[in-house]
């Protein structure tokens, strides 16, 4: 034991409203890789805390689902760039996560970045592909544009603790929703540690809330809160999620049932359109039109 | 509402010689009208006169279960047809409503108590539209944006509403068919009448057996519908309470859902609008339909500046407004749906009262047999007020003020609905940025109450969800 030296183990914490808070609870469990080792104490979210991540997230939806579609492509972007310095940290993350191989795990964290580039470039895409222009019959000039849902609760998916993450967490705040993150309950670092690049990317602090600790204990008050507009169920087990889609028709929250998924695919739009509202804004033209003028 | 002026006209009421009804009706089950299991029925009436118009069946959960089945039967070859031959019988639907339009249209009024003028000038061509729209999709879905070769669902159980029966019908079995799902519809219990007559158009234009079944009954029938096992899809227009049951009904199912609900839209009016156009724009808003709209402008939130001007013309208006035979031509106002809505009305109009709020109403002499409400006109009123607050569903509205844009704004938003809203303004700036800040579904700016089938309708927050109408309309009935 001559000069080895003793590595600086970090203390995990969640992250809600940009900063970094334990537990109100004063609470954490014991997370370990898939040998049983010891990895880290992550903080065991309370009741409480899910509700202050309702009230940054609440917060920050005015101004994220008000930037330019241009701008959180951006930021989106900027996401994917953070990830690729600090791809190292997460290829380890992941490794002992999930118990893959080191390129097995390289392999997911690379496609986690891929998914954010794909996602940033949809951000001012996706109105032109499900918005449009209603032929309507009469003179009216009529719209129809896809807006955010509001405050999207997400409990994300078990056993894909980064890419599935990233892959149903990036829709969501692409289409200018805000977001409240349940990590996976038994590999919940990789989304802490994602909690550090999105504070580092231009994200607004409060736009991602990320909690950790047992989903039967928190989502049921995320479902059941009357300022969550929406519920993805990814990652609750089938008991779980009736109750918690029972509980969400308390104020009609949108909900993502969950489904099997191979996260490794290219997803589809489905997880964009999934959060977004249609509004038809209609407005009189009168008798004059481009069709009809004489010139 | 006879005050003696030059807008007196004679009556000039509707024939009803059009329309043939039937003693009685059954429920039409794989193409066939079949008595209910235990031979239960109910009496539809008219609203205007409480005549008893005829007897329909009341079916048990064993009839729901006898029409899923025949849905799911007719499934496997509707779904299979090509969609060039889907969109014929979709578009013979339509035809032949466009030929029945003027019966369709005195039923509907005598089953519904709403004005001719609006059956035959509003719903009718509404509905025949939907079809000939929807009909184009059958052959095109490919095309849709939902992917290539997208798949029916399987059977769509569809729950509608009184306040629009036949074109409710509309809403939900056009793009149901269009896409090759077959359907077990329930209409609501005081309006039967206009489906059973559907079923009717169904077997003349030669649509095989199965594909459209009509279960007549209360809301029992349509719980029974709902939460049938072998139902794929599920949609409702209603309220937004029986909405929230129906979502718990088919919680940890795999069936879809969609759900138009309440609404208690922000009729917006600023400075700068044209004021006869919005005085025209909020009758329509509020007392179209008796107000028995979801998507009714039933707050009217104006800039305080002009709010005296505006009031003082509204009322002008209103003093003009007929209330009365709905058979009548002339007709603005008809009957309320029902006793049951009457009394509802009734008891929200009083609390608008006993809050504190100021009451106007026109002279106005109302019938002495069946239900009917005054238009009604609340002024004082505060966000706090519940005339403010909850669906009326009713020709009540209530007037609020605003100063800033801001102000409207929040206003407009402060509720748990968000359906429909209104902006009246002749700045395109200021309406463009309003309509961007209002989270409802429809936004109608210098207009209101406007409908297309190619233009999506449906809600924000507890106004439900899901779109009907457009391309939008598709994907409900669509596995996407």
Known sequence: MSDARLSVFKTYK?????????????????????????????????????????????????????????????????????????????????????????????????????????????????????????????????????????????????????????????????????????????????????????????????????????????????????????????????ELAKELEIAAADNLKRVLRPQDVDFTQAPGTERLTAFLETKTVWHTTGALGAAGSSY | MASASAFEYAPAPESRSVVDIAPSYGLFIDGEFTDATGGKVFKTVSPSTEEVLSEVAEASEEDVDRAVKAARKAFERWSALPGAERAKYLFRIARIIQERSRELAVLETLDNGKPIKE??????????????????????????????????????????????????????????????????????????????????????????????????????????????????????????????????????????????????GANIVFDDAPIDQAVEGIVNGIFFNQGQVCCAGSRLIVQESIQDELLDALKRRLSTLRLGDPLDKNTDIGAINSAEQLARITALADAGEAEGAERWSPACELPDAGYWFAPTLFTNVTQAHTIAREEIFGPVLSVLSFRTPDEAVAKANNTQYGLSAGIWSEKGSRILAVASKLRAGVVWSNTFNKFDPTSPFGGYKESGFGREGGRHGLEAYLDV
Not at chain 1, 171 to 179: D, E, K, L, M, S
Not at chain 2, 130 to 136: I, P, R, S, V
């Open chain 1, 14 to 238: 969640l992250y809600v409203g940009g900063k970094f808070p334990r537990s109100e609870s004063g609470r954490v469990y014991e997370v370990t890789d898939a040998k049983n080792n010891w990895l880290a104490n992550a903080p065991l979210s309370s009741r409480k805390d899910a509700r202050d991540a309702v009230v940054a997230a609440r917060k920050a939806f005015g101004g994220w689902s008000g930037a330019t579609a241009y701008n959180r492509g951006q930021v989106l972007y900027r996401v994917a760039e953070m990830l690729e310095g600090r791809r190292e940290q997460f290829v380890r993350e992941v490794t002992e996560a999930e118990g893959l191989s080191k390129s097995k795990a390289a392999a997911v964290v690379d496609a986690a970045i891929d998914r954010w580039v794909w996602y940033a470039g949809w951000t001012d895409k996706i109105a032109q592909v499900v918005g449009g222009a209603n032929p309507v019959a009469g003179p009216f000039f009529n719209l129809s544009s896809p807006e955010p849902t509001g405050v999207v609760a997400v409990l994300a998916p078990q056993d894909s603790s980064f890419l599935g993450l990233v892959s149903v967490l990036a829709p969501v705040i692409a289409t200018g929703n805000t977001a409240v993150v349940i990590a996976s309950e038994k590999a919940p670092l990789p989304a802490l540690s994602l909690a550090e690049v999105l504070a580092t990317s231009d994200v607004p602090g409060g736009v991602v809330n990320i909690l950790s600790g047992r989903p039967c204990e928190i989502a049921p008050s995320l479902a059941a809160h009357q300022d969550v507009n929406a519920i993805d169920l990814a990652g609750a087990d089938e």
């Open chain 2, 119 to 264: 059956t035959r000038d509003a719903d009718l061509p509404l509905i025949a539209a939907h079809f000939f729209y929807y009909a184009g999709w059958a052959d095109k879905l490919d095309h849709a944006g939902f992917g290539a070769e997208p798949r029916p669902l399987g059977v769509a159980g569809q729950v509608i509403p009184w306040n629009f029966p036949l074109l409710m019908l509309a809403w939900k079995i056009a793009p149901a068919l269009a896409t090759g799902n077959t359907v077990v519809l329930k209409p609501a219990e005081t309006t039967p009448l206009s489906a059973l007559f559907f079923a009717d158009i169904c077997r003349q234009a030669g649509l095989p057996k199965g594909v459209v079944n009509i279960v007549t009954g209360d809301g029992r029938a349509g719980a029974a519908l709902v939460a049938h096992p072998d139902v794929n899809k599920v949609a409702f227009t209603g309220s937004t309470a029986v909405g929230k049951a129906i979502a718990r009904t088919v919680a940890g199912t795999r069936k879809k859902l969609t759900l138009e609900l309440g609404g208690k």
